[in-house]
């Protein structure tokens, strides 16, 4: 494993995207403990922090975010390969918010993955936190997340523009910010 941080910004539409660049992180994926340190600060009052609670020894220290604590580096080594940590935190990312469908995700992973595999694995850790986080977000945080989402949706609105943070008539955040 390399040293320090590294970073990637996603954006994800329903609509043109302008810019790749993002103004508002909703959405930080931390795999480790400098990370989540030097990025918990880029996300927005009401946004969602997924860390993987293997390797981050403590909670983001800010209250006016969520907080999702997964062992991803746990999970992914049970499944077979710690290599594969980030997609049990896409897979916890995809059942607490259904930012993105799971099976388009998986069909995108058909299309790009060429060793079978790879893929299984990959499947697998998705699957892994996908319908825990799920069961979660129905029971405990269901009222929290949707009232995100409402805030995020009134942020966009007159935003319509190419490369604004968030698509005004979509309840889906446009800034999700990778961590690893």
Same mark, same amino acid.
């Given at each position: ?81 710690? *290599?594969? %940590?980030?997609?049990? /935190?896409?897979? #916890?990312?995809?059942? =607490?918010?259904? +930012? !993105? @469908? *799971?099976? %388009?995700?998986?069909? /995108?992973?058909? #299309?790009?993955?060429? =060793?079978?595999? +790879? !893929? @299984? ?60």
């Amino acid at each position: 494993m390399r040293g320090g941080t590294a970073n990637c910004h996603v954006t994800i539409s329903t609509s043109e995207i302008g810019s790749p660049l993002v103004s508002v992180t909703s959405v930080l994926i931390a795999m480790n403990n400098p990370s989540l340190d030097k990025f918990e600060t880029e996300v927005d009052p009401a946004g969602l922090i997924n860390y993987d609670s293997s390797l981050i020894d403590h909670a983001p220290t800010r209250s006016d975010v969520e907080a999702l604590a997964v062992p991803a580096t746990e999970m992914a080594d049970k499944i077979g390969s710690a *290599k594969s %940590a980030n997609m049990v /935190a896409l897979g #916890a990312l995809l059942g =607490k918010t259904n +930012l !993105l @469908d *799971k099976a %388009a995700v998986v069909e /995108a992973m058909r #299309a790009m993955t060429k =060793k079978a595999e +790879l !893929l @299984d694995i990959n499947v697998k850790a998705i699957d892994a936190q996908f319908a825990q986080a799920q069961a979660v977000e129905e029971s405990l945080w269901g009222v929290n997340l949707r009232l995100i989402f409402d805030n995020l949706r009134e942020y966009g609105k007159g935003l319509s523009e190419p490369g604004q943070p968030f698509d005004a008539n979509s309840t889906t955040p446009r800034g999700t910010n990778w961590q690893n």
